[in-house]
C-alpha cells in the first residue's frame, strides 16, 4: 500500500463547478500535512498547509481527519487557472525521533477546468 | 529576491558520463532535499541534508552522489552507474522550524541521456 494515495483523476469540470479532492495516508506518525499545485512541466508550488481544525485561503478549504487518516482539499467557483495537478503532502516521522523534514508526495490529482 | 536556483533549466548528455546539476538557496534554509520526477510519477527523494557537511540517502540514492559544503548550495552529481537518468530534477529546501516543514523548490532542471 503507497504512504500516501490520491485518486490521479483527470476531474474535469466546468468553469464554476466546485470540486473536492481525496487523500489518504497509512503512518499515523504523520504530523505535518500540504497541498501542493504544479503545472505542466513546471515544479510544486505550496498551495496551503492543512491544520487539524481545518483551514479556508479564499476559494480553497482543506481538511484533515486524523482518525480516518484522511485529507481532502475542496476548490468552489474554479477558474480556468485552477487547472493543474494537486499533490497531496505528508511530513512522516515516528514519535521519539527527530523530525528530518522529509516529504512523503502522493501522486497527484489533475484537475480540468473548462469554459 | 529570495529564492531557490537551479541550472541548467535543460542538460543534454551522451551515457556513461558523470553530470553535475546546480541548486543554489538564499532563504537561509537549513535543510536541502534532490527529488527526480518521471512521467506520469510522483516525486521520488534521492538525497537530503539537514546540516552543512552531512547529507542522507533517500529512497532512490544509488547512482547519485551529493555534498554540502555550504548552506546555500546542495549539489547533485548523476553518475554513469544511474540506469535510468533521464527525468526531471526537482531541488527543494526546508526552514525545519517549529512546526513548518514545508519545502520550497527550484524550478527544476530537464536531464536528457542519450
Known amino acids: 500500500r503507497k504512504e500516501v494515495e490520491q485518486d490521479p483523476g483527470p476531474f474535469n469540470v466546468p468553469e464554476g463547478a466546485t470540486v473536492a479532492f481525496n487523500c489518504t495516508y497509512s503512518n499515523s506518525a504523520s504530523q505535518s500535512f500540504f497541498w501542493y499545485r504544479q503545472d505542466c512541466r513546471k515544479e510544486p508550488k505550496l498551495l496551503m498547509s492543512v491544520y487539524s481544525s481545518g483551514n479556508e485561503d479564499g476559494r480553497f478549504t482543506a481538511q484533515l481527519n486524523r482518525a480516518s487518516q484522511y485529507i481532502s482539499l475542496l476548490i468552489r467557483d474554479s477558474k480556468l487557472s485552477d487547472s493543474a495537478t494537486y499533490l497531496c503532502?505528508?511530513?512522516?516521522?515516528?514519535?521519539?525521533?527527530?523530525?528530518?523534514?522529509?516529504?512523503?508526495f502522493g501522486q497527484g490529482t489533475t484537475l480540468q477546468v473548462k469554459p | 529576491d529570495g529564492g531557490i536556483t537551479q541550472s541548467p533549466k535543460y542538460l543534454f548528455r551522451k551515457e556513461g558520463q558523470n553530470v553535475t546539476l546546480s541548486c543554489e538557496q538564499n532563504l537561509n534554509h537549513d535543510a536541502m532535499y534532490w527529488y527526480r520526477q518521471d512521467p506520469g510519477q510522483g516525486l521520488r527523494l534521492i538525497y537530503y541534508s539537514q546540516i552543512v557537511n552531512d547529507f542522507q540517502k533517500g529512497d532512490i540514492a544509488e547512482g547519485y552522489s551529493v555534498s554540502r559544503e555550504k548552506k546555500e548550495s546542495f549539489p547533485l552529481t548523476v553518475t554513469s552507474a544511474q540506469k535510468n537518468p533521464t527525468a526531471f530534477y526537482l531541488c527543494a529546501s526546508s526552514p525545519l522550524r517549529d512546526s513548518a516543514y514545508e519545502q520550497y523548490f527550484g524550478p527544476g532542471t530537464r536531464l536528457t541521456v542519450t
Open positions: 503532502v505528508v511530513n512522516i516521522f515516528p514519535y521519539g525521533s527527530s523530525n528530518t523534514g522529509k516529504l512523503i
